[in-house]
């Protein structure tokens, strides 16, 4: 018999769901239950992905398998214990639902292949979490001759790249146990918070997956041998080659990332904002139902040529989540550029015809807020 809380069949589940990609409460992919000397472990695998979450330990060696769907039957967030054993052919769940005893008997499924945990696992500092969550988000939903649905992991300089064609976000500094890039498929389990901590993560690799361990869950990844990575290090603008630069300050960063969402044209098709500094930085938004709207960023500098381009919202936004204050272009045609320490990210502008002109009865708001004068302090 092996014994899991309710609450544990939930985190695993939930784990499960992510990272396999599992949409129907009925799924009926093998998931194994086992009891090691390491402790009691539930994995799955598909094609793509496996996972293996590590909880502490039953007293017997034993080995369950049953179908995923059977797993949403009996989680939830208490300490109850749910007890799992063999009879014949039958898997037998049995535990309570407020004082009243449940019970599922569901056939026993096969075990699936399950990949190999590499020899050698590198240790990285938990950092490498953060990059990983912001590099899946990053990339295409979509496969395509190039692997934009991938992450490429490159062993020499320790860089992880992600693009979606449009975007693309670069790191170096890490510590991974091979030389060369290797491509594994963007993993929603990666994101999950049941696998983010503060614990360093371990990397290794097999012939065919690779591996990432976060305290007791691990996740594979099958590597992707067949397509190719956009060359990221040649796209890639040099600062040295940019000729204007926004500065943000922390206040106007705030500001301008509650603020975008909720300008002019946020649903229209590429959600476009004209970004304007000719004089003081304007970021400048309108709709079809909505009077242009421009936002001064009151605290902001910029250096460098004058000029006014036209860019996606999202992707403005997505920089400042990022953490960058400093925006660096070459002209208004050329991606546009943030760069600190050892992490990378630009995307490119969007065609020049959506640029917006001012206009003298345009909406202004004021990123500062107003300076206390002795009269209204009065």
């Not at 990053?138 to 001759?145: M, Y």
């Not at 272009?329 to 990210?345: E, F």
């Given at each position: 018999m092996i014994t899991l809380t309710r609450k544990q069949i939930r985190t695993a589940r939930s784990l499960l769901r992510r990272t396999l990609g599992l949409r129907s409460r009925n799924d009926q992919t093998p998931v194994e239950i086992a009891v090691t000397a390491e402790g009691t472990s539930v994995r799955a695998a598909s094609q793509k992905f496996a996972i293996e979450y590590l909880f502490p330990g039953n007293p017997t060696i034993e080995t369950i398998i049953l179908p995923y769907a059977t797993l949403v039957e009996c989680e939830g967030t208490r300490q109850d214990p749910v007890r799992v054993h063999t009879a014949k052919d039958q898997v037998v769940l049995q535990w309570e639902e407020k004082g009243f005893p449940q019970c599922i008997w569901t056939v026993a499924k096969s075990a699936s292949n399950f990949p190999a945990r590499p020899e050698e696992m590198q240790e990285n500092p938990s950092s490498l979490l953060t990059t990983l969550t912001e590099a899946v988000a990053?990339?295409?939903?979509?496969?395509?001759?190039f692997a934009l649905d991938c992450l490429r992991l490159r062993g020499h300089d320790g860089q992880l790249a992600a693009t979606d064609g449009r975007q693309a976000l670069v790191q170096a500094g890490f510590d991974f146990p091979w030389e060369e890039g290797l491509l594994i498929p963007a993993c929603s389990g990666l994101t999950a918070k049941e696998f983010l901590n503060e614990k360093p993560v371990r990397m290794g690799k097999t012939e065919d997956w690779v591996a990432i361990q976060s305290g007791p869950c691990t996740i594979w990844c099958r590597i992707d041998q067949q397509r190719r990575f956009p060359d990221i290090d040649r796209i890639t603008p040099k600062e040295s080659e940019t000729s204007t630069t926004l500065t943000l300050t922390d206040h106007d960063a705030s500001f301008l990332h509650s603020a975008l969402s909720r300008l002019p044209g946020t649903e229209e098709y590429n959600a476009p904002i004209t970004l304007d500094l000719s004089e003081n930085p304007i970021l400048r938004a309108r709709s079809t139902s909505h009077p242009t709207t421009e936002l001064l960023l009151c605290q902001s500098t910029y250096i460098g040529e004058k000029l006014r381009c036209c860019t996606n919202r999202l992707y403005l936004a997505r920089a400042i989540e990022l953490g960058f204050r400093s925006f660096r272009?070459?002209?208004?045609?050329?991606?546009?550029?943030?760069?600190?320490?050892?992490?990378?990210?630009f995307w490119a502008p969007l065609d020049q015809s959506g640029v917006l002109p001012p206009e003298e009865n345009s909406l202004q708001i004021e990123s500062a807020p107003p300076k206390l004068t002795a009269t209204n302090a009065a």
């Open positions: 990053i990339t295409s939903k979509e496969s395509s001759r272009l070459k002209g208004v045609n050329s991606p546009i550029l943030c760069h600190k320490n050892s992490k990378t990210y």
